[in-house]
């Protein structure tokens, strides 16, 4: 099975700031990688998949990059309502996802 | 728009068995792949199984293979998740989701609390 290290699993951060959260699979998966948002009480959405593709919908200010086995996700400027729980996903055989990275207010 | 509506959450004793379904609506349902994915309470999430649009393709977690059953009926916008042998570690809110290129999931049920303990 592909394990997911994501990290950090926690940041501190402000409004503005520029934020990057990683995740390293256990073998090469080429680009296959999504990255989701959560908050509490509520689904996961959707931000980027295969990679680096921006779901509809999603702001500009979230970017993915990566391909084998370091994928990143990068908000550019966190505005008020990105605070939240990310979780990176491979899609490739037998899904799996990263432990989970939470934004928090500093 | 679309949605996914999950119902047949409940509390269960160990050993039990459960059916969940899935309703779907707001996009042609027998062109997709669909997914269930799990989160124990205070947890990260879980890819539990996915089927094919036509059904014919199913895969399963290791952790649930052999005691849970995917399966769907396109003609009733319908996908389903039978749960044998429920375990305490089977404990969480499962969503469906609609599928991605497969393994993705880009939209989501507000999930179902299913709940293993005597």
């Known amino acids: 099975d592909i394990q997911m290290t994501q990290s950090p699993s926690s940041v501190f951060a402000s409004v503005g700031d520029r934020v990057t959260i990683t995740c390293r699979a256990s073998?090469?998966?080429?680009?296959?990688v999504g990255w989701y948002q959560q908050k509490p009480g509520r689904a996961p959405k959707l931000l980027i998949y295969?990679?680096?593709i921006l779901q509809i919908g999603v702001p500009s200010r979230f970017s993915g990059s990566g391909s084998g086995t370091d994928f990143t996700l990068t908000i550019s400027s966190l505005q008020p309502e990105d605070f939240a729980t990310y979780y990176c996903?491979?899609?490739?055989?037998?899904?799996?996802f990263g432990g989970g990275t939470k934004v928090e207010i500093k | 728009q679309v949605q996914l509506v999950e119902s047949g959450g409940a509390l269960v004793k160990p050993g039990g068995s459960l059916r969940l379904s899935c309703a779907a609506s707001?996009?042609?349902?027998?062109?997709?792949?669909m997914i269930w994915f799990r989160q124990a309470p205070g947890k990260g999430l879980e890819w539990v199984s996915y089927?094919?649009?036509?059904?014919?393709?199913?895969y399963y977690a290791d952790s649930v293979k052999g005691r849970f059953t995917m399966s769907r009926d396109n003609a009733k916008n319908s996908l389903f998740l039978q749960m044998n042998s429920l375990r305490a570690e089977d404990t969480a809110v499962y969503y469906c989701?609609?599928?991605?290129?497969?393994?993705?999931?880009?939209?989501w049920g507000q999930g179902t609390l299913v709940t293993v303990s005597s």
């Open positions: 989701a609609r599928g991605l290129h497969g393994n993705y999931g880009d939209f």
């Open positions: 707001g996009f042609i349902f027998s062109d997709y792949y």
């Open positions: 089927i094919s649009s036509h059904g014919s393709i199913v």
């Open positions: 073998q090469g998966i080429a680009n296959w």
């Open positions: 295969s990679a680096s």
């Open positions: 996903q491979q899609a490739n055989t037998s899904p799996s």
